[in-house]
């Protein structure tokens, strides 16, 4: 019984205790770069590489241009590093470059009747089944698809407000706290958003 | 379920977040049990978050982290730009010059204006400055499309743009340029461009 709880406490203490190694590696790497040396910077781009691309490519669709987005946000992320606050956690500024970088790429891609239907979009979640009927592919052809596939192409029939909370909460694992951080919304809004995602996914997972 | 409360619903996803009041699930657990419509909803709302949960993680390309480096750009840092200007003065004056000042200064060189730094005690004679004897001239002259003639004594620089230097007993501390050639000129005044850049940076 004792030798049990000795176990349980170190477990918690080694899951801290990754975590603060962690920032401290990459703020070590951060003083490095700012200091001169870009080589110090791969480090920070292995950390967090799967993360990145796989925020962008939920949110994207797109391998090639995931891809790219990851890229530039890397890219961006070196560029204004002395801006940082090395008090904060880094992944959050990172993912919130990434995620802007996603959304401005999503938007460029939509016609403008889209993008003014989801200002506008209040509660009516009709509206959404409608606007993303467009990308809509024949029921046969949707019960046909491997699960793996089936999610990203559900995910990416979501208005991309709801996409990125779905993606940050649901894939990424993160919590409400750093999704309100990274989006730069408040907890409430990213309450809401997960709510009607999950509403919107439902109507979509059910409506064959 | 259109006669259900919307707030059964709120419920739903409040019970999902994992952020429900004992009182408020107690609510939807006996609306549940009564209501076949929102048990229905209250399962797919479910199997719609195992759905997205199965999601598999994925990872980057193979070569990421090698072009992401490939993309940095290269003189990046402010402080790194400001040390390589320090460094290499003259480069900066050339860039500068090429970019805001040609034009200009061209422009002034073929127009064989004469003139000459403002300094007192300078004699002027057509286009021949003379500095008197006895007289003594403290700072730098320039003289441009002239000749000067030094009798007396100069505490500085003399530099004759397209002229002749002439002098029998002068005293000059300084240097003594002539210069004659388009490009000799253009050198001399990036020069002094380069100069100022330096007192700029430091
Ligand atoms: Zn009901």
Redesign the pocket.
């Known amino acids: 019984m004792k030798l049990f709880e000795i176990s349980f406490v170190n477990i918690s203490d080694q899951k801290g205790g990754v975590g603060y190694k962690m920032d401290a590696l990459v703020n070590n790497r951060i003083k490095q770069v700012l200091k001169g040396d870009q080589n110090a910077y791969s480090d920070i781009v292995n950390l967090y590489q799967h993360k990145l691309y796989q925020i962008c490519y939920r949110m994207l669709s797109n391998k090639h241009e995931a891809e790219d987005i990851a890229q530039e946000a890397f890219v961006r992320a070196y560029i204004n590093l002395h801006t940082f606050d090395q008090k904060r956690k880094f992944s959050t500024w990172l993912y919130r470059i990434a995620t802007n970088l996603c959304i401005d790429r999503i938007r460029k891609k939509k016609p403008d009747y889209y993008l003014d239907a989801e200002v506008a979009g209040t509660e009516g979640l009709d509206m959404y089944s409608q606007l993303s009927s467009n990308d809509k592919l024949p029921d046969d052809q949707v019960e046909q698809m491997e699960l793996q596939d089936r999610i990203q192409y559900e995910i990416s029939r979501l208005p991309d407000k709801y996409r990125s909370v779905i993606v940050l909460k649901y894939m990424e694992e993160l919590s409400l706290q750093e999704i309100s951080e990274i989006l730069d919304l408040p907890l409430g809004t990213v309450k809401t958003r997960i709510h009607r995602g999950r509403e919107a996914l439902r109507k979509q997972l059910n409506n064959l | 379920?259109g006669t259900?409360p919307q707030y059964?619903v709120d419920y739903m996803q409040e019970y999902l977040d994992g952020d429900i009041s004992r009182e408020n699930e107690q609510q939807l657990k006996q609306?549940l049990q009564n209501?076949a419509?929102?048990r229905q909803h209250m399962h797919e709302l479910s199997d719609t978050v195992a759905f997205v949960k199965s999601a598999a993680h994925i990872t980057a390309p193979p070569h990421f982290e090698s072009e992401v480096m490939k993309r940095l750009p290269k003189g990046k840092s402010r402080v790194g730009v400001q040390r390589w200007f320090r460094r290499h003065p003259i480069l900066v004056a050339v860039a500068v010059f090429f970019l805001f000042m040609s034009t200009s200064l061209i422009g002034s060189y073929q127009n064989n204006e004469f003139s000459v730094t403002k300094q007192p005690n300078l004699v002027l004679d057509g286009q021949t400055v003379i500095v008197p004897e006895g007289v003594i001239v403290k700072g730098d002259i320039v003289v441009k499309n002239g000749d000067i003639i030094v009798e007396g004594e100069v505490d500085g620089n003399i530099t004759v743009i397209n002229g002749e230097y002439m002098a029998s007993t002068a005293v000059v501390t300084g240097e003594i340029e002539e210069i004659d050639e388009v490009f000799e000129w253009l050198w001399y005044e990036i020069k002094s461009m380069a100069n100022t850049v330096v007192e700029l940076f430091q």
Request: aromatic share 0%.
């Open positions: 379920m259900c059964i609306h209501c419509s929102c």
